[in-house]
Nanobody, 127 residues
Framework: QVQLVESGGGLVQAGGSLRLSCAAS????????MGWFRQAPGKEREFAAG????????LYADSVKGRFTISRDNAKNTVDLQMIGLKPEDTATYYC????????????????????WGKGTLVTVSS
């Protein structure tokens, strides 16, 4: 099993930046593709960014492309999401998620494809 704990959320003005971090338990972190999903009030959870097991493949939702950067450190069991140019529509609870199996380049982009979830961290962007 993998336990995930997010940190770094908070209140920021539009145009500002935040860095989210996800710390994972367990010795097999490198066996999991990792993703960041987000859920705004009244909306479904959506994919924001994902990174393959070895970090060589990365995917972003169109809505965050060019503004968000996902990275991982398999030695430290962490995956980060650097967010710049934040907009009010980025306001959401951000969840870290992990998925095992698949090829080294596999990155699930749906909630159903992820196996483990953190409890989330709230990001609020004021206009």
């Amino acid at each position: 099993q993998v336990q995930l704990v997010e940190s770094g959320g908070g209140l920021v003005q539009a145009g500002g930046s935040l860095r989210l971090s996800c710390a994972a338990s367990g010795r097999t972190f490198g066996s999991y593709a990792m993703g960041w999903f987000r859920q705004a009030p009244g909306k479904e959870r959506e994919f924001a960014a994902g990174i393959s097991r070895n970090g060589e493949r990365i995917l972003y939702a169109d809505s965050v492309k060019g503004r968000f950067t996902i990275s991982r450190d398999n030695a430290k069991n962490t995956v980060d999401l650097q967010m710049i140019g934040l907009k009010p529509e980025d306001t959401a609870t951000y969840y870290c998620a992990a998925a095992g199996g698949g090829s080294y380049s596999y990155i699930p982009r749906t909630s159903a494809g992820m196996e483990y979830w953190g409890k989330g961290t709230l990001v609020t962007v004021s206009s």
